[in-house]
């Protein structure tokens, strides 16, 4: 570790970075790091750098608090450091370990969170990302190996808040349907062993539990909108428009005063 921190610093031609790098020291020698001494050891010496202090508390309260919330800076290895030790420490045996990003994430997470892990930890990553579509029967079943290896074998399960929110819509459309099937069995397992089993690292927590932005799935017979009720949508949208004051035409209604509106 010290000589890849040695080469790293010759790179830097900042003298402050320069002493900052040689002079970093060990961040886990309090006793209270001692259970967790021996995989930050491992982590280091195959990422080629040292953990700070303050990764490497935070790392530690998170594992021990489990519902907690945390603010990082970018550039504070929120992913790189903090991330990947944690789920190394959920993905216990018998436990299911979830990464949930932003949807917007999961291609890029896909490639750069596995080839992470297998050099930190030589564990797997199972990306699963399924649309309402694809919940069929086969997938469903596949969806099952892939909780049973990640629980037996410590790997972690990558996927999206919209895939689990599906999982659960489509068994409540099933079960409003008052269908018995062995699709509808599968699903009922795969949430009792989220419930159960499954621990779960948000990264954007603010995004992802976001209840604006939940998954919905309509249920019941389609019943088309009265034509009358849009033309007079129309109508009343095409009146609100006219109106100078409004400022609708040039998306301006958010600066107009409270007085303004009434």
């Known amino acids: 570790i010290e000589a890849h921190q040695i080469e790293k610093a010759l790179q830097v031609e900042d003298p402050q970075e320069l002493g900052l790098m040689l002079a970093t020291k060990f961040s886990y020698l309090d ?7 021996r995989q930050f050891l491992v982590y280091e010496y195959r990422a080629g750098l040292r953990m700070r202090e303050e990764q490497v508390s935070l790392i530690h309260t998170m ?14 290895g929120k992913t790189s450091v903090v ?35 297998k050099k930190h930890f030589n564990q797997e990553v199972i990306p699963i990302q399924l649309q309402r579509s694809q919940l069929i029967e086969k997938n469903l079943l596949w969806l099952q190996e892939q909780f ?10 990558l ?18 349907k008052k269908e ?10 795969l949430i ?21 932005q939940e998954t919905n799935f309509p249920i019941g017979e389609r019943i088309p909108i009265s034509p009358d009720l ?32 009434q």
């Open 230 to 261: 849009i033309d007079m949508t129309r109508q009343l949208f095409t009146l609100l428009g006219s109106h100078e004051k409004l400022r609708l035409t040039s998306n301006q209604q958010g600066i107009l005063s409270e007085s303004a509106h």
């Open 148 to 157: 049973e290896s990640a629980k037996q074998d410590r790997k972690v399960i």
């Open 159 to 176: 996927t999206t808040r919209e895939t689990i929110e599906s999982l659960n819509l489509e068994y409540l459309d099933l079960l409003h």
């Open 31 to 37: 006793s209270k790091y001692t259970p967790l001494r």
């Open 192 to 212: 009792k062993e989220i419930k159960l089993f499954g621990d779960a690292l948000i990264d954007e927590v603010d995004l992802i539990l976001n209840p604006m």
């Open 83 to 117: 991330a990947s030790n944690l789920l190394y420490l959920t993905a216990k045996p018998g436990k299911i370990a979830f990464f949930i990003p932003p949807a917007a994430q999961f291609s890029t997470l896909r490639e750069n969170l596995g080839n992470m892990q």
């Open 63 to 76: 594992h021990q608090e489990k519902s907690c919330v945390t603010q990082l800076m970018m550039g504070g």
């Open 180 to 189: 018995n099937t062995k699709r509808s069995q599968i699903l009922s397992q």
